[in-house]
């Protein structure tokens, strides 16, 4: 048996805790330096570093699982490297390299190996890079000096009841602005949402359905999660597109899946609110959120509620999890290339 702490992996929830390493690194004239494991969990800023003053950050999340055969892998991590780059980019900041991203990855999560929830406890290692100005700036500019953390921390399901559907609400604010930051993981973006969550949660909702900042007509993706719908029939599997939601890992992955393991049929296009009341089935899908069904939606006009509501997800929902989990813990045989090992 794989030595492991002492913590009740079966109970834990979607919360932070104080692994014993991080890996940190800082740039600074130009360049990332060569990074290091650290204990120390505290960051120490100048007053007016960038990301205090013009939010300049930038941010991922993926696990890692231990698999049936006891090894200790991740899911598509270069994805995650690869749209980190893009965000720093996109908010003028410098991309942390793709192998430097891999091999930070390796390094923390060995470091931290005995926080990798046992298998089958249904709890993983959520992993956390980010990258922030550190440097000071007054006038509003991208700043000079950057640091580049990669934090983890084991975490249970990200909705309370794990698996069972929730109930969400449309909200009247959005969290992104057309042609503006929600393709991207910006900490800014998830500032935006805060209040919508606040009264969603205050109405008993908690998540949000936000629509399109535009018209408010087409469904785009919660506070933390791209939906998916299943057609009345069973047989397609809809996914909002749209140019103000972050492209979600989870759901490229289950369009593939959707398509070669299920055989369903995929479509990818706008999906107006108007027309979900028609759909079978609703759910959620992203790293903390895995995929969370979604049993009821309310608006103003009332509630839309899916299949048989809050009591037990629908069935093409049971097999999408069944199917991507399976992949992800090594039940199930895994494209090419989506599974990264490390232990
Ligand atoms: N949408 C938002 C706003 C998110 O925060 C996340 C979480 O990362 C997702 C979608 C799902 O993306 P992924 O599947 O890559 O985790
Ligand atoms: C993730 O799924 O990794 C996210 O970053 C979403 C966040 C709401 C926890």
Redesign the pocket.
């Given at each position: 048996m794989r030595k492991v702490k002492d913590i009740d992996w079966g109970n834990l929830g979607f919360q932070y805790r104080s692994c014993d390493w991080r890996y940190v690194s800082c740039y600074k004239d130009g360049s990332w330096d060569e990074g290091r494991l650290s204990d120390d969990p505290n960051v120490v800023l100048n007053e007016c570093a960038g990301i205090l003053h013009y939010c300049q950050e930038c941010f991922e999340?993926l696990k890692a699982y231990e698999t049936v055969n006891g090894d200790i892998v991740c899911f598509r991590p270069e994805l995650n490297a690869e749209r980190m780059a893009y965000s720093a980019e996109f908010l003028c900041m410098p991309p942390f390299p793709k192998e430097r991203f891999m091999d930070a990855l390796d390094k923390v999560v060995k470091a931290n190996i005995e926080y990798v929830p046992p298998y089958g406890s249904g709890a993983s290692l959520y992993i956390r890079p980010y990258i922030f100005g550190s440097g000071p700036v007054i006038g509003v500019k991208p700043a000079d000096e950057y640091m580049f953390r990669m934090i983890v921390m084991p975490v249970g399901p990200y909705f309370k009841g794990g698996a069972k559907p929730i109930a969400i609400m449309v909200s009247d604010y959005d969290r992104a602005a057309p042609h503006g930051t929600g393709h991207i993981?910006a900490g800014l973006?998830y500032a935006m949402s805060l209040h919508a969550h606040e009264v969603a949660k205050e109405a008993g909702y908690p998540e949000n359905m936000f629509l399109d900042p535009k018209e408010h007509k087409y469904v785009e993706?919660t506070?933390?999660?791209?939906f998916y719908f299943i057609s009345a029939d069973g047989s397609t599997f809809v996914t909002p597109k749209s140019g103000s939601?972050?492209p979600?890992?989870?759901?490229r992955s289950l369009v593939y899946v959707a398509e070669h393991y299920l055989g369903l049929k995929v479509e990818e296009r706008r999906v107006e609110f108007a027309e979900i009341g028609e759909f079978s089935e609703c759910g959620l899908?992203?790293?903390?959120a895995v995929i969370s069904p979604v049993g009821l939606v309310h608006s103003h006009e009332g509630d839309i509620v899916f299949g048989k509501g809050l009591e037990e997800p629908g069935p093409v929902t049971k097999k999408l999890y069944d199917t991507l989990t399976g992949i992800q813990l090594g039940t199930i045989e895994a494209p090419e290339g989506w599974i990264h090992k490390i232990a």
């Open positions: 999340g993981k973006n993706e506070g933390g999660a791209n939601i972050l979600s890992i989870t759901r899908c992203g790293t903390a």
